[in-house]
């Protein structure tokens, strides 16, 4: 008979949805059918870090309602760096080996990091030095995490940019008007071409393709001459120029002052086309709400699975969907991969097929 | 027998959900009851404006599968004041003469227009001048028509609204952060009253009740006394400070460039708080949209009961939803009440009640 | 100073959505502005017939995050009328003395009922036999509450039954088929001709409004002709034939065995048509579900209001919602107004105008 | 230079949502990047038998706006077997032959059959006879065709099933009730599985695993006994008990008359458990809607993959989505892996690590 073990379970990074369902399938499998003990971390490596360790024991009733919750119920945070923590003095600290003591202080036989790729090279690096038994699980709205088909998250985010576009959609018409849709995907354009796609946008622009603005201007003008008054654009925080211009460095040329690419490229826009251009910038909506069902299977799928991880004593693994199936990866192979828009891959060819412009 | 009539009918101001159902109420029953012909005037007034006049006949079939349909297929502006028309070469013209001539070049026997207080002032007014036999169906997501009960696109404002409080309510408290919503409303708070109830906001402040930022503050810190280190604000676009400080005069000051009120307060909220405070400003995705069921139901009953005032020969009235009844309104008597927030109404008391500070 | 006021919370009768709204409201007045204590009473007046009573004292903190849960947290049951109480013996007992020794058990200075005109009738009863101040809130999807506007839970399911004929709305056309969509309404058709009229429906059929048969063929028939081979029927639960016909009475005969008015029709339509014709029955997806904004605000006015009242003294009175301001009526005066769709009212007049067949 | 082709496209089987992208995608391919004419052929197969064929010609235009609508505009049929076609006179007619010379009449170069593996193998018999050069698009709410990851439709079908448990949820718990959601999935469980898991089913019943009664009731009874007085049961509409008993043989027998399973569980439940036990079966609803994102983007990679695979001039294939990219699949290698759910698959295990019943 197994021993009964120990394990911590913590989120990292930005927030999303599924989060509270791979928590779940964490503590139904452990507690259920191990009869293991299950200690949620609060607030990411900072529960770990505290003196004395800052954590909730998880019970099977305690977790069983969180299906349709967004965000974590443990709390997360997407700041501080334990090997260089701001301090409230200014200073910034190692705080690694803080964590490395909260975690044998717990007396913890693993523990559960759900994090995307910077918080999975973070823990990983701290538990090599600590002794700590790590099994990860990917997590990223921007869907990045290399070696998965697919990461808790994506899918809600996807959604809600679609919706949104949707909306757009109406009112662009209606006003004859250029609209712009604002997205996360700091260095991978996934939520951008997927949710423009699935929502009909007629220009989508990603990190992975540089853009021209005379393609824009082109796409749009050609629409106006055969009728069609109104253009839709979905745009990644962080695409930039063919020239090499993006937003942080217009901004740091202090000419402009702009909070995000969307009211730059409006303001380019309007300027060549003569279209009336508004910007939303969908922001924080997008990581929150109750998870669509796929992002609920997917979390539920990785919290059992990170279990049976450790039942077999395989550490220092990602969690991974493969064609259908849960499968293992090793964490350095799995960050060794940043999953990109391959700018000749289905999606690319599927937006050129449509019609749609990708800024190029 | 009646004589078979010609009715115009127009979409002005900004688009909202819920005017397609009204443009469809209106043709089924002028079509299918009375055999009347509809036409539908294009972008609001300026149809009436161009020579010849732009319209589209509308038949049943041709409306039929509109209910869904967010904006208005008619299109509709929200510029042009016909009596200070920009034209080309940046002067403006009074055009009202010729929207009148392009109303009588058609035929018309009425013209109904679905617009706010703003445009069922100004198309009143040319019709005064003109003989045009006027009829009008009240919409505004700012629910600030007064002398109706239901106006056409508040029910589905309030419901993306209140969904991205529920959105932004999980993803503030996995982060410990101070969530701010910014929604529309320029001089009526009634968006952000009811979503800010619905959606369980902490904080509500509307263009009714000037606000302190220390009260907002105190809030914060109470909720954070008490263990909750996240809060939700939601905030009309045109709030003032008690002070009397706006985003306008503050813009007009040129010491700030904020887009927003939404920025500016998150600003002064970090600096008094201490909370890191982020802003979502919901822009034109709440316009927008399929409508919602009673927002369907609301332009069903309006566009129906146009069509019957004008069988009726009852003009210079807006059609009006009053206790479960729809009744006729003079239009005079409409635009006369503007309706704001009563600042010692319901929703107010409400809101009082549950304990949500209200800025004051 | 006011006295300390203990205050007793039930819901009775079918579940719906809003009504974890309305307890939240009440116990956020209560106990946050009146400094009051709250005890939520479980599945209905059982959790007073039982000894000790069966309840949960109820903080703000523990209704804080109610307001997106569907049903009700207390528990409820429309089954066990207390004069007549369902005994496992099968014999039937009159449990009333106990609900009101249970109320004065509890030290309880007033109890607030939240429930259809059912429920306000029999607690009434009880609280008139036994010294107990009672404060009502309407709740009902049926809507068939008279003297007020609004009841919690009918928003909610008129969104979800306009869903699904949106949903339906597609297959039928696809397949070139009849499509019917059973809802409830055991005597009043609010939600199916809200929905219907919402929904796009071509046939709505209503309690208050006996249906032919043959009207209802022909109108598919006439659709047919006109190149339309889809039509889509939502009817009521309760509906009845000219002829007298009603489900139970078919059933009664034994000659069929009909789960349901809806394939009884179907049958019946099948045979006059000859359309492919489905079947749809709604059934518990309408009660539940996360509440409409409009439900959320409704049960967060009614619950506030609700207290208010007993500040005041006011008892043997209901919270009703009146051309935008919350009023009270007294109890007798609510349930004698049971209010059903008005055959002469806007919505039967709208239907018509739309050229709705409403079976007649 | 390529000749210009004329490509046939056609929907057959069951509808679902997700059809109207694909035929946009290829017809925006077609069309839009090759210059090639597009008929859409009506009502699956039919519209080729008849003469002349009921077709529609396609252009980029009429596709445009059909992203957010459920089911096939073109029409679709899941009866009328073209070998052995149903006649007015009752008899039935091998009309294969009437198929392939609408298809020569027509002059076209290839057809598009978008439908489930059933509709795959019959008109690949007839491509096969009459020199059609074929190429597939997999559709099916059931995910039962093999060889690829994903089918148009099923992710749609998952969503409403999983927000109609959440629904039911609440008023399970509301009521102490055990509530059974029938959903379809002939002979594949997929939908009931992924939907259970999503929406929190305690108890998930598939055609792959043989359902013991007795099993179900302990889960029910454990559940009672540990105070959660309320179960939510997923039950595909194919289930068989571990005795050999399924609906269809229970209804031959002529002892009872259920509509489907759902109810004849409940019946059963209901007596071992004593629990008040309600059904609801989800029916067309879970077909038709607005498409998810993801079946839109689904059926946007294949239509537009479609095309080329034609412009390569590889016939007798199916689309298929592999790994994140889309590949072709011989027609005969799809249709001979049916996919069911793995018994010892990720699901299945997902569904057990949660403590789910899986009825054995």
Chains 1, 2, 3, 4 share one sequence.
Not at 34 to 63: C, H
Not at 331 to 341: D, L, M, N, Q, R
């Amino acid at each position: 008979m197994q021993e009964q073990k120990r394990i911590g379970i913590l989120t990292s990074g930005g927030d999303c949805a599924g989060l509270n369902a791979a928590i779940r399938g964490a503590v139904c499998r452990a507690v259920g059918s191990y009869n293991w003990k299950v200690l949620g971390i609060r607030q990411a490596t900072m529960g770990l870090m505290n003196s004395p360790p800052d954590f909730i024991p998880l019970e099977i009733d305690k977790v069983d309602e969180l299906l349709i919750m967004g965000g974590t119920f443990l709390g997360t945070t997407n700041t501080g760096d334990p090997f260089a923590f701001p301090m409230p003095d200014g200073t910034t600290r190692d705080r690694s080996a803080e964590i490395i003591a909260g975690y044998h202080q717990l007396g913890l036989d693993a523990l559960i990091v759900i994090g995307g790729d910077g918080s999975m090279e973070i823990v990983r690096k701290i538990a090599q030095q600590g002794g700590i038994n790590l099994v990860a699980i990917p997590k990223t709205i921007d869907n990045d995490v290399g070696s998965t088909e697919r990461s808790i998250g994506f899918d809600t985010a996807v959604n809600i940019a679609t919706e949104s576009l949707d909306r757009l959609h109406f009112t662009a018409a209606s006003h004859n008007r250029v609209m712009i849709l604002e997205v996360m995907g700091r260095d991978a354009g996934h939520i951008a071409i997927s949710a423009g796609i699935a929502g009909g946008a007629h220009i989508i622009l990603i990190p992975e393709i540089a853009y021209n603005l005379e393609s824009i201007c082109n796409k749009i003008r050609e629409r106006q001459e055969s009728g069609k008054n109104y253009s839709l654009i979905i745009v990644s925080e962080a695409v930039k120029a063919e020239n090499g211009e993006t937003i942080k460095n217009i901004n740091r040329l202090g000419q402009t002052r702009y909070g995000g690419i969307g009211q730059y490229l409006a303001d380019q826009i309007c300027a060549c086309s003569r279209a009336e251009t508004r910007v939303t910038v969908l922001g924080h909506i997008q990581r929150g709400g109750t998870p669509s069902p796929l992002d609920r299977l997917t979390g539920s799928v990785f919290g059992v699975a990170a279990i049976d991880l450790i039942a077999e004593g395989k550490y220092d693994c990602m969690v991974s969907w493969q064609n259908r199936q849960v499968v293992s990866v090793p964490i350095p192979e799995a960050i060794g991969k940043y999953s990109t828009v391959d700018p000749e891959g289905m999606l690319v060819k599927t937006a050129r097929g449509l019609g749609i412009c990708l800024g190029d």
